[in-house]
Nanobody
């Protein structure tokens, strides 16, 4: 398992940008598929929005964030970032990073065993 610590988040005006970062504890970080989920206000389900697969290839981005958000990783620093541009009030949510060892994309949050502590992103109109 890998311990994940998130940083970033906060309050931003509509149209603004934020970057969320997630740092993993393991030296084998490069073998973890890293994902970002978000939990919208009043919703129990965590929605998958971005995945960077450990073995490479094009990152997955959900339709709701494609063209606005970017996921990137730096294995030398054990980090994965979520760059969020053109933020809108409907992007307001709790954002979580998650990890799964040597896996393809999984869309269900229950498939990811390791989670960051979460970060609130609030977008004002």
């Amino acid at each position: 398992h890998v311990q994940l610590v998130q940083s970033g988040g906060g309050l931003v005006q509509a149209g603004g940008s934020l970057t969320l970062s997630c740092t993993g504890s393991e030296s084998t970080f490069s073998r973890y598929t890293m994902a970002w989920f978000r939990q919208l206000p009043g919703k129990e389900k965590r929605e998958l929005i971005a995945v960077n697969v450990w073995s490479g290839g094009r990152p997955y981005l959900s339709d709701s964030v494609k063209g606005r958000f970017t996921i990137s990783r730096d294995n030398a620093k054990n980090t994965v970032d979520l760059q969020m541009n053109s933020l809108q009030p409907e992007d307001t949510a709790l954002y979580y990073c998650a990890a799964k060892y040597m896996s393809p994309v999984y869309y269900y949050s229950g498939d990811y065993p390791d989670w960051g502590q979460g970060a609130q992103v609030t977008v004002s109109s």
